[in-house]
């Protein structure tokens, strides 16, 4: 499905996500798209579906919440990298890392209260040091030693696309969109439900909308 | 490293000894310079405080999954502590070392004693004196990890850094013209402030809850009680407190015990981090209807099959 970003030309880009927790099954779609389109090493998922389990038997049942970058407008991790490499684009709220950069200080990793950001040791793939003639691909958008996290699929994002994880989503629960657009379909969502952001009180102003 | 998928309370596991070892170095060795300065102590107490600055700062390129870019260091001293420790200990080494260069190079244009020398090493002790303290805020401005996120944090640094080189003065007392009776005295004052600073700490964090407080409580669990409660109470604090207090001839046994305590406080510190757990599904989020029984479904059922038959009708 294609994104209207035509719509925000001429004027800053604000990129929210909208989680309704109430149509997320757990199902981790989200998270092996994010790996399919990301190539991400080994044991690092930019996205991914965490659960916790409520009540008591007969009663008892699991809740899910997708965890991701948050794109935040006052990003914790920006101001504590040392080189500049973390940085937020001018033109929207994106979160990105210059990984030429990165010194792999791990300040930003830290920094991040959404445990959203990594720094992979090593370059290695799935099968040890064998590496996949996907991963040999994949594996060439990263470098190890140096932070990596969620680009909201800028590659995406910047040509009307929407990001892998939000496109394949079986149970529409993730939406994507401009919060600066009031007409957006994730505006009317977050002015129509319950919601709320996590950790916001930490004053990073997320811009990931959990619909309750 | 592997994430966890469960919504849990989690140490951080980006930092250890690595980190640990080059707080400790840059943390004693700027404490000891800053005291060389202050107490006019003889000059090996300077070199053995660069030395150790230099030993730390190799220790952080260890650390660095990139050493070879640690040059880019410098370039967001506006926000980041990181950047502004890196300017400090760049300072720090080019004025310390300035200051006490002439006592073995004659032709320098300044003399061990006079005015320039002077104003360096107060210049050196004042970068040094920054260099104890920034770590501290460097930590203490992660509101991700509440353990950390407190004041009271770069206190006790200091406080340790303070102790950790009145141990190196004790250590190296071989050098001191006037033998070590002031420096004792100093060493016991320092480890009891620090103590009050550690408990007062450790308190405050106790009684703020959640995160920090799950930090308080794997510093008294094991396997992490035991570094705490025998490294750094048993052998870092009381220890060496009761040696230089009451057994004069023990004093290098005390200043080792110190370092040893200093340089665990910061290992305890740093790994029992544990991050604000997510948000997970907390308020607003309706799940009364999952709570039906088998009757109450079966009821139910049958007044949707109702419904419909009604709506065909």
């Known amino acids: 499905m294609a994104l209207s970003v035509n719509s925000a030309e001429g004027r800053k880009v604000k990129w929210g996500v909208a989680v309704d927790l109430k149509r997320c099954v757990g199902c981790q779609s989200c998270t092996m798209a994010c790996k399919a389109e990301n190539g991400t090493p080994p044991g690092i998922f930019w996205t991914r579906v965490i659960e916790k389990e409520e009540g008591v038997y007969p009663f008892a049942y699991t809740v899910f919440m997708p965890m991701r970058c948050n794109h935040c407008s006052e990003p914790p991790c920006v101001p504590v990298c040392p080189t500049g490499a973390s940085y937020q684009r001018a033109h929207d709220n994106v979160v990105l890392v210059d990984q030429d950069q990165c010194v792999g200080c791990h300040a930003c990793v830290v920094a991040c209260p959404y445990e959203a950001r990594f720094v992979p040791d090593n370059a290695r793939g799935y099968y040890g040091r064998h590496t996949t003639a996907y991963e040999e691909v994949a594996y060439k958008k990263w470098q190890a030693g140096t932070a990596q996290k969620c680009t909201l699929c800028v590659h995406r994002l910047d040509v009307g696309l929407q990001p892998a994880c939000i496109e394949t989503c079986p149970t529409r629960a993730l939406v994507i969109g401009d919060l600066n657009d009031a007409g957006s379909e994730i505006s009317k969502l977050i002015r129509q439900r319950p919601r709320f952001q996590p950790r916001a009180e930490l004053g990073a102003e997320p811009n990931v909308f959990y619909l309750t | ?313």
């Open chain 2, 1 to 313: 490293m592997a994430q966890g998928f469960n919504a849990e309370l989690k140490c951080q596991q980006e930092w250890g000894w690595l980190l640990s070892i080059w707080l400790f170095l840059s943390g004693t060795g700027c404490g000891l310079f800053v005291l060389f300065k202050i107490l006019d102590l003889p000059i090996f107490f300077a070199l053995l405080a660069l030395g150790s600055i230099v030993l730390g700062g190799a220790v952080l390129l260890l650390e660095l999954g990139s050493p070879t870019r640690a040059w880019r260091g410098v370039s967001r001293v506006r926000t980041s502590w990181l950047s502004r420790g890196v300017v400090f200990v760049c300072f720090f080494m080019v004025t310390g070392f300035l200051s006490v260069a002439p006592a073995w190079a004659a032709w320098l244009p300044w003399e061990g004693s006079g005015l320039g020398a002077e104003a360096l090493g107060w210049i050196a002790a004042l970068c040094a004196l920054m260099i104890v303290l920034y770590p501290g805020f460097f930590l203490a401005k992660n509101r991700s990890i509440p353990f950390w996120n407190t004041t009271w944090l770069p206190a006790v640094l200091v406080g340790y850094a303070a102790t950790g080189a009145s141990a190196l003065i004790l250590l190296g007392s071989g050098y001191l013209r006037d033998g070590l009776h002031p420096f004792d005295s100093l060493a016991a004052v320092l480890i009891v402030v620090t103590g009050i600073l550690l408990g007062v700490y450790l308190l405050a964090m106790h009684r703020a809850g959640g995160p920090a407080r799950e930090s308080v409580r794997l510093l008294n669990t094991a396997p992490m009680s035991w570094t705490f409660g025998f490294g750094v109470i048993l052998v870092g604090l009381l220890l060496p407190l009761v040696l230089v207090l009451w057994v004069p001839s023990a004093l290098v046994l005390a200043g080792l015990c110190m370092l040893a305590g200093s340089l665990l406080f910061r290992y305890c510190v740093l790994k029992v981090g544990v991050y604000v757990p997510p948000a997970l599904v907390q308020a607003g989020m309706d799940f009364s209807r999952l709570n039906r029984t088998g009757t109450d479904l079966e009821r139910e059922y049958a007044g949707m099959a109702a419904h419909r038959a009604g709506g065909r009708g």
